[in-house]
């Protein structure tokens, strides 16, 4: 067998991370309840009867199956977005706890809130050693403060749920920030969580993997009139691949996602979106903006289903990239399925080189090839900016971008 089938075969049962035994012992050792051991077996077996693929673009270098079981590296687990201060639970704010406290809660507590919609899900649910919950609640304040969660690396294998868990009516706002990094070490992450009936989720993912390999699943199911905000930045990871997912079974349900993607070096990210709108006047609006450099490679897959029940429902699907390099990579893909009446939907993709006639005006005001370079690039993802949902995301953002954009 080559080294290329190799690194693609399927998963035979020799070849899991983990045992079903080990599982059972490290979930004895937790104190865990027999329910939560018996999930975790039945969610391995799923994984173990499966032929898993990281995907038809992607190809990992890295023998993750070796690496330590060790649970995410999580800071201060509830900061305030502008400053990073830290704030109490409580007073109107959301609460955030540790997994392993919430899941004790209910049995029924992580079925409920983190559907597995792939096999490496199986796998996060299986053998996730901590992560995070959080519940903003109906007796929130309507000023709580936006909740920080960040996610370092503590190197090896890192299984880490993330729960977002938002009550009817309440306004929330989160952000994620994936950190730190090196070659040795694979994230799997699943976020996820049920934002009810006419509740509103703003979420900002802030990923600045250096080295890592991540892989990263998300799943949300969003109740009537609810709405979901979610804008991420992707300026590092040396592999990364994303699989967002949204479900919109109740009327006028809204989803809006937004990505912004710099790619250097030999870095690898592949994107996939799909919507699934299953009732009638939902929303769905997701565009990309990626700009690849040097040898990097960028995949962005994107698919919109609008089932027969979605009448009177509005969909756009758009990407666009910019390659800066002879060497640079990008596939885009984008997919509507319709089998509704009396719907809108559009999608519309474009792939790039920095324009001369650009250039060429820019110096003739004056600026150098480096700088005007520069702001072409920053100009194009900046694009972006007028769907951020937090006002502090430029500031973050825009500096990051300036360093990324090589002479």
Partial sequence: ?????????????????????????????????????????????????????????????????????KGPLIAEPFLQAKGLEPVAPGNGSPSVRLLSEAVRSSEAYLSERLRPRSEWDELVLAGWREGLAVHWHTDQAPDAK????????????????????????V??????HWKGGTDSSMHMSLLGGRIADGASLKVFILHQGEEMHHHISTSFELGRDASVEAYSAWMGGKWTVARLFAEMASPGASWKE????????????DLDSRTSQLA?????????????????????????????DASFSEAYLADHVLLLSPRAHADSIPGLE???????????????????????????????????????VVGFQESLFNRAPFPFIPEIVDPILENKVKA
């Fill in 280 to 308: 009638d006047h939902t929303h769905s609006d997701v565009q990309v903006r990626t700009v690849v450099e040097d040898a990097g490679r960028a995949v962005f897959t994107g698919n919109i289903l609008m089932e027969k």
């Fill in 338 to 376: 319709i089998k509704a009446l009396d719907v809108k939907a559009s999608h519309a993709a474009s792939v790039g080189q920095v324009d001369d006639e650009q250039m060429f005006y820019l110096q003739s005001r004056g600026l150098d090839p480096v700088s005007a370079k520069r702001l072409i």
């Fill in 258 to 269: 937004s990505h912004m993607v710099m790619c250097t070096g030999r870095e690898h990210i």
């Fill in 171 to 176: 306004q929330a706002s989160v952000f994620i």
């Fill in 146 to 169: 936006v909740a920080y969660l960040s996610m370092g690396d503590p190197g090896g294998l890192v299984l880490e749920p993330v729960v977002l868990d938002v009550d009817r009516g």
């Fill in 1 to 69: 067998m080559s080294a290329a089938e190799e690194m693609t075969s399927p998963l035979s049962k020799r070849e899991l991370p983990f045992t079903v035994e080990q599982v059972e012992e490290a979930s004895r050792k937790a104190g865990e309840p027999e329910w939560l051991a018996a999930r975790r077996r039945n969610h391995l077996m799923r994984f173990a009867e499966t032929s898993p693929r990281f995907g038809r673009y992607s190809r990992v270098l890295l023998n993750w199956r070796a690496l330590p079981l």
